[in-house]
């Protein structure tokens, strides 16, 4: 399967740890894109990478939150002091076409409590 | 402030009709627009797309309808088959951005 890869799938973590998700994507993408869902809403955009190249950040992106892709391969995510608000599907996607046309995970599902 | 919206969170169609997915947007920079179908315990893939400069784009089943005028588009699946039972998701871009805004999604059921 050459599709994007998550991991894990599920986490659940308590209030104040640090939590950190993987992702690798298509391998001849240069695009990377890190998404959170909340239950009954639309993906919300966070972050955008172009190669190692962090491109874009949403407001969305506390300071608690960070992500890298070094050598513009895999991606990592992750989230230092959880909160309860951080509980969610974070999705990754990747993609060849800066148009938006991209190629979803199936997500890491975070549960903190 | 919600720039892309789909008001109805779900609908109901019988085998073999048309079902129609619409969505709204507000931000009129938005040129690029896009249809995702979600599985359960999957992640989103991609549908179908439209440029603004076209009101229609058709794939298949699929064709994408926009109003620019109106800030509208839809989604059009005919005949609707009971494997398009998912949720769909509109999303719009600017600027050959790459940021995607999504819509809340809506729930289709296609009963047999």
């Known amino acids: 399967d050459t599709g994007v890869s998550q991991n894990p799938r599920h986490k659940i973590t308590k209030r104040g740890q640090n939590v950190t998700f993987r992702c690798d994507p298509i391998s001849e993408h240069n695009r990377l894109y890190w998404y959170r869902q909340t239950l009954g809403q639309g993906p919300e955009f966070l972050t955008y990478f172009q190669n190692e190249a962090q491109l874009e950040k949403s407001r969305l992106l506390s300071d608690r939150f960070s992500a890298e892709r070094p050598k513009g391969s895999f991606s990592t995510l992750e989230i230092q002091r959880t909160e309860q608000g951080d509980s969610a599907m974070y999705l990754c996607?990747?993609?060849?076409?800066?148009?938006?046309?991209?190629?979803f995970g199936q997500g890491t599902r975070l549960t903190v409590v | 402030d919600q720039q892309v919206k789909q008001n109805s969170p779900s609908l109901s169609v019988q085998e073999g009709r048309i079902s129609i997915l619409n969505c709204d947007y507000t931000n009129s920079m938005f040129d690029y627009f896009l249809w995702y179908k979600k599985y359960p315990a999957e992640g989103p893939t991609f549908l179908i797309s439209i440029s603004s400069i076209k009101d229609k784009n058709e794939d298949g089943r699929f064709t994408v309808f926009l109003n620019k005028s109106a800030k509208h588009l839809s989604l059009h699946i005919v005949p609707s088959q009971p494997g398009d039972s998912a949720v769909y998701f509109c999303?719009?871009?600017?600027?050959?951005?790459?940021?995607?805004?999504f819509g809340g999604g809506t729930r289709l059921m296609v009963k047999p």
């Open positions: 996607a990747s993609s060849s076409d800066g148009r938006g046309k991209a190629f």
């Open positions: 999303a719009a871009s600017y600027n050959a951005g790459n940021m995607l805004t």
